[in-house]
């Protein structure tokens, strides 16, 4: 899902050390995996939303219209 050169620019916006950082090669792992999480999670709501239009649009069209037409979630 994520190229290297992706996972590359969010390493290097990893800079500073937050209060309960978990440090290796001088990055806050922690740090790390929330910008990666923040990064995916749109991509999987996406991805997720568009799944949910295909099931519903089996059953009935027009719900199935109105859900396209709503954005999908994230947190």
């Known amino acids: ?16 050390y937050g209060p309960n950082a978990l440090l290796a090669d001088e990055v806050d792992i922690v740090q790390f995996a ?26 009935n069209r027009e719900v199935a219209n109105s859900l396209n037409n709503q954005r999908p979630l994230t947190s």
């Open 1 to 16: 899902m994520l190229s290297e050169e992706t996972v590359k620019q969010i390493f290097f916006y990893c800079d500073q």
């Open 34 to 59: 929330e910008k990666i999480t923040a990064f995916v999670e749109p991509i999987i709501a996406a991805k997720e939303h568009q799944r949910c239009v295909k099931i519903v649009n089996e059953m």
